[in-house]
């Protein structure tokens, strides 16, 4: 695709309400921020081009997409270019956050150095303790919590920890998988949040039809920038194995074949589990933080 001045309409408008402070919107800050992001934009595009190449094949022949694009009467290649800023800006906001979890040995020093800080020994005979800053222990599971500030119990973790330190086991110098997959999860959402918010805006201001829902075109695009990772953001449905139970649900959905399986069809409402899902995060994207963002001098 051929970048010209007048396909990055669409940037434009998102760049002069998002990459900028929100108490400047004076007019020369409004033309000092779209210039910036466009600027970048372009100095960006061939490498933007060129990684999601495979992405907009998908979207010049999904005939869903074509067809909400005529409808809400937007013009395909600004509509692209829009996709690749969004997707790009929001990747810079959130580029330091995915920061390694700490290994569970550093964990155990983190504990050790917070009891060592707190805890007291209160006879030389190491006989008696104390815990004079109320230092707590807790423990939660699901449905239950247990705590206590027992000194001598404290202490006795304090020496778990310390030997623990010295131990030459070398999975306790591993991230654990589960603490970097909840963390990439919430890095997700907020992401999620953010990309959802610049489209909203684009598309409340320049669509006036009801359907089809803009959370679900939405939905799609998030499956193509790869801040969704489930396909059925993008194709609206399950792959549901056809069991005894839900025969009845392939007339109602009809099938669907996949790698030469046959499966139900089953639809998602994408919007709402969008709309959910970003619900649940009340964090503000660090845009301030992106090279996008206009700078005051």
């Keep these: 695709m051929e970048l010209t001045e007048d396909k990055l ?64 009467n937007l013009n395909p290649d600004k509509f692209w270019l829009l996709f690749l800023f969004a997707t790009d ?31 007291q020994i209160k006879r030389e005979l190491h006989t008696e303790y104390e815990n004079p800053h109320n230092t707590q222990l807790i423990l939660k599971t699901e449905g239950k919590t247990v705590s206590t500030d027992n000194p001598i119990l404290l202490h006795l973790f304090k020496k778990f920890c310390a030997e623990h ?26 992401k999620m ?53 839900n025969w009845f649900m392939i007339k109602q959905f009809g099938t669907v074949t996949l790698n030469g399986i046959e499966y139900i069809r089953e639809p998602v409402d994408v919007g709402k589990k969008v709309a959910d899902t970003i619900k649940k995060c009340t964090d503000y994207a660090p845009i301030s933080t992106s090279n996008y963002f206009y700078v005051m001098s």
């Design 9 to 72: 309409e669409y940037i434009a408008f998102v760049a002069r309400r998002y990459c900028r402070p929100d108490e400047f919107m004076d007019d020369d800050t409004l033309e000092l921020a779209e210039l910036t992001a466009t600027d970048i934009f372009k100095n960006r595009f061939s490498i933007l081009e060129e990684q999601y190449n495979d992405k907009y094949e998908e979207f010049i022949s999904n005939l869903e997409i074509q067809k909400t694009l005529t409808i809400y």
């Design 89 to 119: 800006f929001t990747n810079s906001c959130f580029s330091y956050e995915i920061k390694s979890p700490p290994t569970t040995r550093e964990t155990i020093m983190d504990l050790y150095d917070m009891l060592n800080d707190t805890l």
């Design 165 to 190: 330190l010295l131990s030459v086991d070398n999975s306790l110098d591993i991230v654990p998988y589960w603490s970097s997959t909840t963390e990439e999860d919430k890095v997700r959402t907020r």
């Design 193 to 245: 949040k953010f990309f959802v918010e610049l489209f909203r805006y684009f598309l409340d201001a320049h669509i006036t039809a009801v359907k089809p829902s803009k959370m679900t075109f939405i939905g799609r695009f998030l499956y193509l920038a790869n801040i969704a990772e489930q396909e059925w953001f993008y194709t609206s449905y399950l792959h549901t194995p056809i069991t005894k139970r």
